[in-house]
C-alpha cells in the first residue's frame, strides 16, 4: 500500500525541546558567535539609528511649527502694541523749519505760526504743551534748529492745522504726524521706493501715490510687499 500524501495543510510540527538543544549546540561554536555578533550588531544599530533619526526628525518637525505659532503670536501683539502707541500719538504734531531761541515759549511760537502762515486760530487752551526735540547741534557741533512736538488738548484743533499745513509751503517749515519707530520706518520705506511718486501720513496710515496713480495703504510690514 503506498505512503499516504502529505496534505498541504498540515503543519510541520519541531519537538522544541529538540529545537532548543540544536540551538544550545550550535551557539557553542567560536566560529558561529564570531559570525553572529557583528551582524547582530550591525542589524541593532542600524534599527536603533533608524529609529532615533525618525524621532528626532519628528521632533524637529514639532518645534519648527511651535517656533513659527510663537513667533507669528510676537507679531501680532507687537502689531497690537505699535497700534496703540500710534494711537496714543493722535493728538501730537511735529513742527519743523520754526526758528529757535535761547529763551522761548514754545507754545506762542505754534500759535503765532499758525496764524501768521496758514490763518489758523489755535486757542493757548487747545495746547497740552509743547518742546523741542533732540540734542541742540548736528554730528559736527553746528548748531540746528529742533523739531517742536505739539500735543493738543483736542483731536479736532490737531486735524484742522494738520489739513492746513500745505499754507506753510516756501515758508521752510513742515507740519508731520508723529509716528512710531516701526511707522518711521515704513514711511521712508514707502517713500525710496522707485514706484512711488510720494508718501504721505494720515492718522498713522502711510498713504503711497505709486507711478500708475495708483493709490496704497500701508498699515503693516506685509502692506509693504504690495509695493511693485
Not at 525541546?17 to 558567535?33: M, Q, R
Not at 511649527?65 to 507687537?78: A, D, F, G, W
Not at 523749519?97 to 522761548?104: F, L, N, R
Not at 487747545?126 to 541742540?136: N, P, S, V, Y
Amino acid at each position: 500500500m503506498p505512503p499516504k500524501k502529505q496534505s498541504s495543510h498540515e503543519v510541520l510540527t519541531i519537538d522544541p525541546t529538540i529545537l532548543s538543544a540544536a540551538l544550545v549546540e550550535a551557539f557553542k561554536s567560536k566560529s558561529l558567535i564570531d559570525a553572529l555578533v557583528p551582524a547582530l550588531t550591525e542589524a541593532i544599530t542600524d534599527a536603533v539609528s533608524k529609529n532615533m533619526h525618525e524621532a528626532m526628525q519628528l521632533e524637529f518637525v514639532k518645534r519648527d511649527e511651535k517656533i513659527n505659532q510663537l513667533n507669528s503670536k510676537v507679531r501680532h501683539l507687537e502689531h497690537r502694541l505699535d497700534d496703540f502707541e500710534q494711537y496714543s500719538r493722535r493728538n501730537s504734531l511735529l513742527v519743523y523749519g520754526i526758528p529757535e531761541e535761547g529763551q522761548e515759549n514754545t507754545d506762542k511760537k505754534i500759535i503765532e505760526a499758525a496764524k501768521q502762515y496758514v490763518n489758523v486760530d489755535i486757542p493757548a487752551t487747545a495746547i497740552d504743551r509743547t518742546h523741542r526735540l533732540g540734542a541742540k547741534t548736528d554730528r559736527t557741533g553746528e548748531p540746528r534748529t529742533r523739531p517742536i512736538i505739539v500735543k493738543f488738548n483736542s483731536y479736532n484743533i490737531r486735524a484742522v492745522f494738520y489739513r492746513a499745513r500745505a499754507g506753510f509751503k516756501g515758508k521752510n517749515i513742515f507740519v508731520r504726524e508723529s509716528l512710531t519707530p516701526e511707522r518711521q520706518r515704513w514711511l521712508k520705506q514707502a517713500r525710496n521706493h522707485p514706484s512711488s511718486v510720494k508718501a504721505w501720513t494720515q492718522d498713522g496710515r502711510i498713504e503711497v501715490k505709486m507711478k500708475n496713480n495708483a493709490k496704497l495703504i500701508i498699515n503693516s510690514e506685509n502692506d509693504l510687499k504690495k509695493l511693485p
